[in-house]
């Protein structure tokens, strides 16, 4: 069962934008560092960035970073992540995840902890 609701994502046209939410429903988020991942078929998950608990810090990471603005809502209990000019390398599945409480440039979802979101599909195509 997820425990954040990740919504947005779907078909994307190359050069597009994507727009994507990230809640946490009857516990806190404002308490976590969050982080964004994406997996690509036949690839390894990819890290693409996280925020700290109050928003202060991101730090982006991979192939995404320059295109990539990670952002949250803690009024809301919500992050945000928001990617743009998609090429067709973009599409795969995106997910949300506690990363902790700090969001470091080496940041991970430890298996054992981490609150996961339920995994979005993103295609990039015309």
């Known amino acids: 069962q997820a425990q954040l609701v990740q919504s947005g994502g779907g078909l994307v046209h190359p050069g597009g934008s994507l727009s994507l939410s990230c809640a946490a429903s009857?516990?806190?988020?404002?308490?976590?560092?969050v982080g964004w991942f994406r997996q690509a078929p036949g690839k390894e998950r990819e890290r693409l960035g996280c925020i700290a608990p109050n928003g202060g810090t991101t730090h982006y990471v991979g192939s995404a970073k320059g295109r990539l603005t990670i952002s949250r809502d803690n009024a809301r209990n919500e992050a945000y992540l928001h990617l743009n000019n998609l090429t067709p390398d973009d599409a795969g599945v995106y997910t949300c995840?506690?990363?902790?409480?700090?969001?470091?440039?080496?940041?991970?979802?430890?298996?054992?902890?981490?609150?996961w979101g339920q995994g979005t599909q993103v295609t990039v195509s015309s």
């Open positions: 009857g516990w806190t988020l404002e308490y976590f560092a």
């Open positions: 995840a506690t990363v902790g409480v700090f969001c470091s440039p080496s940041f991970e979802a430890n298996p054992q902890t981490a609150y």
